[in-house]
């Protein structure tokens, strides 16, 4: 009886990979499959700026830094307007935690923030950018992100007030606590990239 089942479903499976052959094509084709409108009779294909609007990420080696540059002295006006209700003044926290280190002898328990725990200055851009403000996410320009970043960078004691940051220069900053982060270097299991 076993075998029976075990043959039915070969057979079913088999027919399906044969009349549904795209279940079967590598990853590598995937993009001929959305590109193909006709294969389930709707959709379109998805054009270059709409990637260009999600494809946001930011690689610690500055890889997809758009251009612009930012400065502290601007970044503070608009983290004044958009950030200082939930990071409270200076960034120093609030309801959406400190993004500043303090020196505050009166605060026992520090908070993680960017100044004292963040390993990656680019990471202050990607995740500005991607996040906040929390109750808009995406509404902030490239530029408005440069300065922000900059003001951040800056309040933390990190770089100095006149200095502008861009694609070439953030990703050379050295944050304070980068060598507390260990690569993963082991070997000996899967290697997943
Ligand atoms: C409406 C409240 C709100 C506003 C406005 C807001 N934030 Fe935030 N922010 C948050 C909250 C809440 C978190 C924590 C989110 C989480 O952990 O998922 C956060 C987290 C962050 C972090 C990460 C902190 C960390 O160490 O994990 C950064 C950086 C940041 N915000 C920057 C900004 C900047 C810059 C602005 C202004 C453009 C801004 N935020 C405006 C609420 C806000």
Redesign the pocket.
């Known amino acids: 009886m076993k075998a029976l089942y075990l043959y039915f479903g070969l057979l079913i499976n088999t027919c399906f990979i044969y009349f549904f052959p795209t279940w079967e094509k590598p990853i590598s084709q995937a993009k001929e499959i959305h590109a193909d409108t006709t294969l389930y009779g709707f959709g379109r294909a998805v054009t270059q700026s709409e990637i260009d609007k999600i494809d946001i990420d930011v690689s610690p080696s500055g890889r997809g830094l758009p251009q612009g540059k930012g400065m502290a002295i601007e970044g503070k006006k608009?983290?004044e307007a958009?950030?200082v209700?939930?990071?409270g003044i200076g960034g120093t926290g609030g309801?959406?935690?400190a993004?500043v280190t303090t020196n505050d002898p009166k605060i026992k328990k520090k908070e993680?923030?960017?100044g004292n725990?963040?390993p990656h200055a680019t990471t202050?851009f990607d995740?500005?950018r991607r996040?906040?403000?929390?109750?808009q996410p995406g509404s902030?320009s490239n530029q408005e992100v440069y300065h922000?970043t900059a003001y951040?960078l800056h309040a933390n004691g990190i770089i100095d007030e006149k200095k502008t940051i861009d694609a070439q220069t953030l990703p050379k900053i050295e944050m304070p606590n980068h060598k507390a982060f260990v690569p993963d270097d082991r070997t000996g299991g899967p290697i997943i990239r």
């Open positions: 608009i983290f958009k950030c209700a939930c990071h309801l959406g935690g993004l993680k923030t960017i725990y963040w202050v995740y500005v996040a906040m403000p929390f109750n902030l922000l951040l």
